[in-house]
């Protein structure tokens, strides 16, 4: 009973695991099963959650979209770059419920905190990042604005919800810069499998994040 309910989970781990054997092996075969992998996990949300956010819908599509575009690196990696920009805009409209339920004292505090530590690292990684600096000014300040909101919410309402989609959110800036760095710096296929993997857990954890409540089952 409980591997019936849950086949949806079970097939989104089996197909990302073994994509994973295919990187830099197969790319369609690898293709394929990362398409597989997000398939099942919006059947996943779209079987368990009572009600559907269209904004966390739209993140998945761009997800399929951005992951196709991503493996075939050089032709179509700013298209992909592009709809993970997209992505993080959809998760601050997801997660805009911070900007009313923060005392605009706290909203700004943690926000400057957020930027300073953005320009740090920007400061010191700006020797290396040449032609990609616009993409990472961009996925930079959107990602500290997602985080930023996710936290907030948690604080505001530290429940097992906020809390799997602020780590799901870390996961995926953490997967994202660790994806950029092997990408346009330093290649290693070491790194790909580590960040494929963190993106992998990033998304499961915010899927159930934004699973509420159950559908009923018809009698």
Known sequence: MVLKENKYVV????????????????????????????????????????????????????????DAFLIFDTDLLFIGSMLLIANRFLYII????????????TLI????LCLLLFIVIYIILKPY??????????MGISSCVMLLFAYLNYLNNMNRRNKYFLFG?????????????????????????VYTSIYYIARYLICEAMIVGKRRRRR
Do not use: H, Q
Not at 35 to 56: A, E, G, P, Q, V
Not at 94 to 102: C, D, E, L, P
Not at 173 to 179: H, N, R, Y
């Open 11 to 66: 097939l989104y781990f089996l197909s990302s695991l073994l994509s994973l054997i295919f990187i830099d092996n197969d790319s369609i075969l690898e293709l394929v099963l990362k398409l597989l992998s997000l398939i099942f996990l919006s059947f996943r949300y779209l079987n368990k959650s009572r009600i559907i956010n269209f904004w966390y819908l739209l993140i998945l599509l761009f997800s399929i979209t951005s």
């Open 94 to 105: 997801i997660a805009r419920k911070a900007i009313f339920t923060t005392k605009p004292s």
């Open 109 to 112: 505090f943690y926000l400057v």
């Open 129 to 138: 990042l040449k032609e990609i600096i616009g993409i990472f000014m961009t």
């Open 169 to 193: 959110l870390f996961l995926i800036i953490t997967a994202d810069v660790l994806m950029i760095f092997n990408k346009f710096l330093d290649y290693n296929i070491f790194y790909v499998i």
